[in-house]
């Protein structure tokens, strides 16, 4: 008797996308049909969390399935160390395809030198050497972790060597917006030999938009990493056996800055019929010191505007932002439909599960606020997660029940019937999917740590929070004050309970929980050799 064939999965990702900026999700004025239609034949979560709200750390949780304390990667400019295994290896072993096409951003891919404040020795110490200099021994400067740096892309025929983290076909993207890099850029070249007259701020088209980083891209739509993406991923699917199941990981550089959608996905949507931040119209709100001093930093004008963390924004700025944020998903969304035609014409759709995420959120004028950072808000912490599977008898789910980027793989390995490793820390989402089970979780933890210092917080940010699905606590390293805010009296989290005493219990219910966490996400790997 022949063996069904397994599933296939197409894992779609997009960059610093928050959860209320998608149709189904409710976004009053953007149009994604391609992306509601996954969410209309399959489960939307409505109570998703990212492990870490920033690239790298996040990136590596989904991979790994396990919190950046664990795995190593806890903030931006650490890879993520090969000794890691990952669930696309499990799946690549079980007989799987696998292929990436799009950011991987599981290594550095900026080439920049690191920026963590370290204290001097003392005078006439004994300095130790590099090899001695950390508490674990590690190889992350060798050349196998510089697949995505400037340098590695500079050579002659560079190419990513394979398996390349599990996958097997790798069409890599490096950096955001139209200053890109990888496979891309060869790519880009061979299709318009003068393109460097096409790139960046300085080759940018006029407009009037005063927001930081919106640049008006002078790069054609048919030349923009998102239809280079999206016709990669067409030809992945082409080229699949029907035999062979395969996972593919579709991941768009966008909607993170700069904001450049390219042509007529430029003003697409206009920023005057974007929703006001309450922010801007709540005078009673006292904001919290972390926040107070970015604001600060940006009247004073030393702001990194053109950088990667969190900045004050004015109103104007943050309704241009996400005007042209919507500009970018919904190139996006056309994209998404162009996977969905590929995925018809090769006769693959009802044998395909296909999942839908973001790395992390963005702020969006949301507190006064752009970009992320240490600032743990909702909009950062939230991030759109669909199952869309055309085995599940139920269709267009909406369910509340908590889940974590950490639960994606252990999710994906249990519709494979192919048994985790040992250390990985998610739970599968399966019953939940399938409108077999309420919830899986009673809480979500996130963890952010980064090299810069903030100005608000004395030295380089580290944050653990705990949410219930209603209320949020974060504590702050090296502060003595933290955040506990309930989501369900004050979504938009303008009321900061900490030192509330009628709010005691709950205070230290959470922080118990908070302990629990941290217990429970110690690493369990390596396993025992022996009785001792």
């Given at each position: 008797?022949?063996?069904?064939k ?7 990702m ?8 998608l ?54 400019g ?18 799987y ?30 300095m130790?050497?590099?090899n ?14 510089r ?44 299709r ?20 930081p ?53 430029w ?44 900045i ?29 035609k590929a ?21 969006l004028?949301d ?32 369910t ?5 980027t ?12 192919i ?26 933890f ?52 900490w030192?509330?005493?009628e ?18 996400h ?11």
């Amino acid at each position: 008797m022949t063996q069904k064939k397994k599933p296939n999965f197409i894992l779609i990702m997009t960059d610093q996308h928050r959860a209320d900026h998608l149709g189904c999700y409710g976004h009053p004025v953007l149009r994604t049909p391609h992306i509601d239609s996954l969410a209309e034949q399959g489960a939307l979560f409505d109570e998703f969390y990212v492990a870490s709200p920033v690239c790298m750390p996040n990136r590596a949780s989904l991979m790994t399935g396990r919190m950046p304390s664990v795995h190593g990667v806890r903030a931006n400019g650490i890879p993520l160390s090969m000794q890691q295994v990952t669930f696309v290896e499990l799946l690549r072993e079980a007989g799987y395809a696998t292929g990436l096409v799009g950011k991987s951003h599981l290594q550095n891919f900026v080439g920049a030198p690191v920026v963590l404040e370290q204290s001097a020795p003392p005078e006439n110490y004994h300095m130790p050497p590099e090899n001695l200099s950390q508490a674990v021994r590690e190889h992350l400067t060798a050349e196998c972790y510089r697949n995505e740096e400037p340098d590695f892309w500079s050579k002659e025929n560079p190419r990513v060597q394979t398996p390349f983290y599990g996958f097997d076909h790798v069409d890599l993207v490096t950096g955001h917006g139209d200053g890109v890099g990888g496979d891309f850029k060869q790519w880009l070249l061979e299709r318009e030999p003068e393109a460097a007259s096409l790139l960046g701020p300085d080759n940018q088209l006029p407009h009037d938009y005063v927001c930081p980083q919106a640049v008006r891209t002078a790069l054609p739509e048919a030349l923009y990493p998102t239809s280079y993406i999206a016709e990669r991923a067409e030809a992945f699917i082409k080229q699949q056996a029907a035999e062979q199941p395969f996972f593919l990981m579709v991941s768009f550089p966008d909607p993170h800055h700069p904001f450049n959608p390219p042509g007529r996905y430029w003003d697409m949507y206009r920023p005057e019929d974007m929703q006001v931040p309450e922010a801007f119209e709540n005078e009673d709100w006292v904001p919290p010191p972390h926040v107070e001093a970015l604001y600060k930093v940006r009247d004073s004008g030393n702001a990194l505007l053109n950088g990667m963390n969190t900045i004050g924004v004015s109103k104007q700025e943050a309704l241009e932002a996400r005007a042209l944020t919507c500009g970018m998903i919904s190139m996006i969304d056309d994209a998404v439909g162009r996977l969905l035609k590929a995925l018809d014409d090769a006769g693959e759709r009802e044998n395909t599960v296909i999942l839908f995420t973001s790395d992390h959120g963005d702020h969006l004028g949301d507190h006064r606020l752009l970009l992320k950072g240490a600032e743990q808000y909702r909009d950062i912490l939230r991030v759109p997660f669909i199952w869309s599977d055309p085995a599940n008898k139920s269709k267009g789910l909406r369910t509340h029940a908590l889940g974590s980027t950490i639960d994606i793989p252990s999710t994906i390995l249990d519709r494979a019937e192919i048994v985790p490793f040992a250390g990985m820390q998610g739970r599968s989402l399966l019953s939940v999917a399938q409108g077999e089970k309420h919830k899986e979780r009673d809480t979500v933890f996130i963890q952010y740590d980064h090299q810069r210092t903030h100005p608000g917080l004395g030295g380089p940010p580290r944050v653990h929070t705990i949410f219930d699905g209603r209320w949020r606590l974060s504590v702050f390293h090296g502060v003595e004050w933290g955040e506990l805010y309930d989501l369900q009296a004050d979504p938009g989290e303008f009321t900061n309970e900490w030192h509330n005493p009628e709010h005691l219990e709950v205070r230290c219910r959470l922080m118990e929980k908070l302990a629990r966490a941290e217990i429970e996400h110690i690493d369990r790997v390596p396993l025992p050799t022996s009785l001792a």
